[in-house]
């Protein structure tokens, strides 16, 4: 049977194309209506994303988030690298609300942001924990959070963001990150400092890019691509 991200079209207009593409329950879908809802509450008083974006939310943002928690559906513990309004992090938990088990840590340093963030796990009944800092600060207390998978969007250049993630990552850890059209040439660039196994997945919602797929994450060597 093909998985969410295989069925998935490349544009979602809006709940009904989101819940046909990756087949969620009525239930994540009135949740991810509500917050569309506060996306455009809060956008008034705070530039959270971009005007334009906003108009294709189940798009460019609930749909290329979606794509990620379709990659991992069977992981219980994530951490979100600077979660900004919720993309990936806040979507893969509301696609994961119904699983007791489940826990999504968001990491954000912009107080405006995290209560956004607050706010919408609230009336959603999120299952995350929201960590007010930099992501370099939580590395340092890492030593508890070893997630099953790390995640990030438009956070920073791949070498860059491995330094950021790699306090996170134990044996079994996987980074799933969203990149653009230069996602080959990152992995090029960060396979010079670190050593790791790696896969590209083609993007379902944005021509010409990519979700990078990083396991067996550790430092210098040479990186290594199954």
């Given at each position: 049977?093909?998985?969410?991200?295989?069925?998935?079209?490349?544009?979602?207009?809006?709940?009904?194309?989101f819940?046909?593409?990756?087949?969620?329950?009525?239930?994540?879908?009135?949740?991810?209506?509500?917050?569309?809802?506060?996306?455009t509450?809060?956008?008034?008083?705070?530039?959270?994303?971009?005007?334009?974006s906003?108009?294709?939310?189940?798009?460019?943002?609930?749909?290329?988030?979606?794509?990620?928690?379709?990659?991992?559906?069977e992981?219980?513990?994530?951490?979100?690298?600077?979660?900004?309004?919720?993309?990936?992090?806040l979507?893969?938990?509301?696609?994961?609300?119904?699983?007791?088990?489940?826990?999504m840590?968001?990491?954000?340093?912009?107080?405006?942001?995290?209560?956004?963030?607050?706010?919408?796990?609230?009336?959603?009944?999120?299952?995350v924990?929201?960590?007010?800092?930099r992501?370099?600060?939580?590395?340092?207390?890492?030593?508890?959070?070893?997630?099953?998978?790390?995640?990030?969007?438009?956070?920073?250049?791949?070498?860059?963001?491995?330094?950021?993630?790699?306090?996170?990552?134990?044996?079994?850890?996987?980074?799933?990150?969203?990149?653009?059209?230069?996602?080959?040439?990152?992995?090029?660039?960060?396979?010079?400092?670190?050593?790791?196994?790696?896969?590209?997945?083609?993007?379902?919602?944005?021509?010409?890019?990519?979700?990078?797929?990083?396991?067996?994450?550790?430092?210098?060597?040479?990186?290594?691509?199954?």
């Amino acid at each position: 049977m093909d998985s969410p991200a295989e069925r998935a079209p490349n544009r979602i207009t809006g709940p009904e194309s989101f819940a046909e593409a990756f087949k969620v329950p009525r239930e994540t879908i009135h949740r991810l209506i509500r917050y569309a809802e506060l996306l455009t509450e809060w956008q008034g008083r705070h530039n959270l994303v971009s005007a334009r974006s906003l108009l294709q939310v189940w798009d460019r943002h609930f749909a290329d988030s979606a794509q990620l928690w379709a990659l991992a559906p069977e992981a219980d513990s994530w951490l979100d690298l600077g979660s900004g309004a919720g993309f990936p992090g806040l979507v893969v938990a509301i696609l994961k609300a119904q699983d007791p088990d489940f826990r999504m840590h968001l990491v954000e340093s912009t107080a405006k942001k995290c209560a956004f963030l607050a706010e919408v796990a609230q009336q959603t009944q999120a299952p995350v924990e929201i960590h007010a800092m930099r992501i370099e600060e939580l590395g340092r207390r890492s030593q508890y959070l070893q997630p099953e998978i790390v995640s990030a969007r438009a956070l920073a250049p791949l070498p860059r963001l491995l330094d950021l993630a790699v306090p996170f990552f134990g044996p079994g850890t996987r980074g799933l990150f969203l990149k653009g059209r230069d996602a080959e040439r990152e992995l090029s660039e960060a396979g010079k400092r670190w050593s790791f196994a790696s896969r590209l997945h083609p993007s379902l919602t944005a021509p010409h890019s990519a979700i990078v797929e990083i396991g067996e994450l550790a430092k210098r060597g040479k990186a290594k691509t199954r």
